[in-house]
């Protein structure tokens, strides 16, 4: 059982530039969200999604993509990055109560360093 | 606004002492709160929750109250150990929003042996 993995684990983009940050899990997850961690600030929802085929936005949407093909992937876009985009982006998966996360059993991956310049 | 506050940013305590780490928040809507451990290049990990109904969750060595007319909480690691030094977030959910969590920012502990 890998759990939640995310890739790449850092990255540095210019502004202007576009670039998507995977997710994958492997526990059979229904819900999964995107998070990002600025200092000061705690972890604040992206994304999230409640199964395969289904999205919504979370408290931090704007300039961010998300779709969700599979139960096992859930993709993040950034079409025009910008520097107030530098952040550490975290993805989890949990099981589900309707559209209610678990959140007992919320894994979260090691997260994506992203740098915009 | 932030709605889950933790202000300490960072505490040091003497291995085998309590830690004591606070949390206070100014949604009354919410109805469960859960604490999460991060150590540094991994993603946060859930320690321990506790639903608005009750004032007290116990977990060996982990304990978390619930003061609601405080609107505060607290975790207790008793004895602190070295390897309970990292990143403690504190979050909260509420029914009406979906569950979905709303962090603070963090407090740094770090166990001194």
């Known amino acids: 059982n890998a759990g939640v993995t995310q890739t790449p684990k850092f990255q540095v983009l210019k502004t202007g530039q576009s670039m998507t940050l995977q997710c994958a899990q492997d526990?059979?997850?229904?819900?999964m969200s995107w998070y990002r961690q600025d200092p000061g600030m705690g972890l604040r929802l992206i994304h999230y999604?409640?199964?395969?085929?289904?999205?919504d936005q979370g408290e931090v949407p704007n300039g961010y993509n998300v779709s969700r093909s599979t139960t096992e992937d859930f993709p993040l876009r950034l079409l025009s990055a910008a520097p107030s985009q530098t952040s550490v982006y975290f993805c989890?998966?949990?099981?589900?109560?309707?559209?209610?996360?678990?959140?007992?059993?919320?894994?979260f991956g090691p997260g994506t360093r992203l740098l915009v310049l | 606004d932030q709605q889950v506050k933790q202000n300490s940013p960072s505490l040091s305590v003497q291995e085998g002492r309590i830690s004591i780490l606070n949390c206070d928040y100014t949604?009354?809507?919410?109805?469960?709160f859960l604490w999460y451990k991060k150590y540094p290049a991994e993603g946060p990990t859930f320690l321990i929750s506790?639903?608005?109904?009750?004032d007290k969750n116990e977990d060996g060595r982990f304990t978390v109250f619930l003061n609601k007319s405080a609107k505060h909480l607290s975790l207790h690691i008793v004895p602190s150990q070295p390897g309970d030094s990292a990143v403690y977030f504190c979050?909260?959910?509420?029914?009406?929003?979906?569950?979905?969590?709303?962090f603070g920012a963090g407090t740094i502990l770090r166990v001194k042996s």
């Open positions: 989890a998966s949990s099981y589900s109560f309707g559209t209610s996360p678990y959140q007992e059993t919320q894994y």
């Open positions: 949604n009354s809507m919410f109805d469960y």
């Open positions: 526990m059979n997850h229904e819900y």
């Open positions: 979050a909260a959910s509420a029914k009406e929003y979906g569950n979905k969590l709303v």
């Open positions: 999604s409640v199964g395969a085929g289904i999205t």
């Open positions: 506790i639903s608005s109904i009750k």
